[in-house]
Every structure is written in structure tokens, then in C-alpha cells.
Nanobody
């Protein structure tokens, strides 16, 4: 069983910062693209950022310039540094391994809540 565990969410004021982390563990998977996705209440899950094994990154327009995705030295960890947070960033943030369309080879964490509010 492959497990992805996110942490670092919480309540933050507008303009504040948070750093999310995700660690993958288990067996039966290979190191692959990892990413962060988010889902706000009543909305569909959307891409936030992805990073390949080679370090190439991709960001949603809404977060570009404010968020930074990175990988740990072990390559089974991924981080999301979130700066200049806005209320519209409020969502459950999910870590993904393998990409959202990889079927059985796509793995998701349980999610961590990020709330941006005064």
C-alpha cells in the first residue's frame, strides 16, 4: 500500500505564509511526478503545482509568483511554500504522486486544510 501524508495546513491571515509537506511511503511504486492539488467547498479539484523528477515545475496561473513547489533530497517528499496567501486560496490541499490521470498508478494523500481568513 502506497501512502502519501500531507501536513502543514492551518489557519492563516491574508498575506501570511504556510509551508505544506508531503511524504510518500510504501512499496510497488516508482518515483515520478508529484504535485499539489486543491479543492474548495462546492468546487472541483484543481491543479496547484507539479514537479517532475528532473525538477521541472508547472503552476496554476492563480498561484504563480506566490507559491513554490520543491522536492526533498529523497525524492519521495514534496513541499509547497505558499506566500501572500489570499482568502481564495482556502481549500483542502492534496498531494499527488504519478499524476491525476494515471489510474492505478496515481496516488493521493488524505488532504490538509488551509484556511485564509482574518
Amino acid at each position: 500500500q502506497v501512502q502519501l501524508v500531507e501536513s502543514g495546513g492551518g489557519l492563516v491571515q491574508p498575506g501570511g505564509s504556510l509551508r505544506l509537506s508531503c511524504a510518500a511511503s510504501g512499496s510497488g511504486f516508482s518515483i515520478n511526478t508529484m504535485g499539489w492539488y486543491r479543492q474548495a467547498p462546492g468546487k472541483q479539484r484543481e491543479l496547484v503545482a507539479t514537479i517532475t523528477t528532473g525538477g521541472s515545475t508547472n503552476y496554476a496561473v492563480a498561484v504563480k509568483g506566490r507559491f513554490t513547489i520543491s522536492r526533498g533530497n529523497a525524492q519521495n517528499t514534496v513541499y509547497l511554500q505558499m506566500n501572500s496567501l489570499k482568502p481564495e486560496d482556502t481549500a483542502v490541499y492534496y498531494c499527488n504522486l504519478g499524476g491525476p490521470y494515471a489510474g492505478r498508478n496515481s496516488y493521493w494523500g488524505q488532504g490538509t486544510q488551509v484556511t485564509v481568513s482574518s
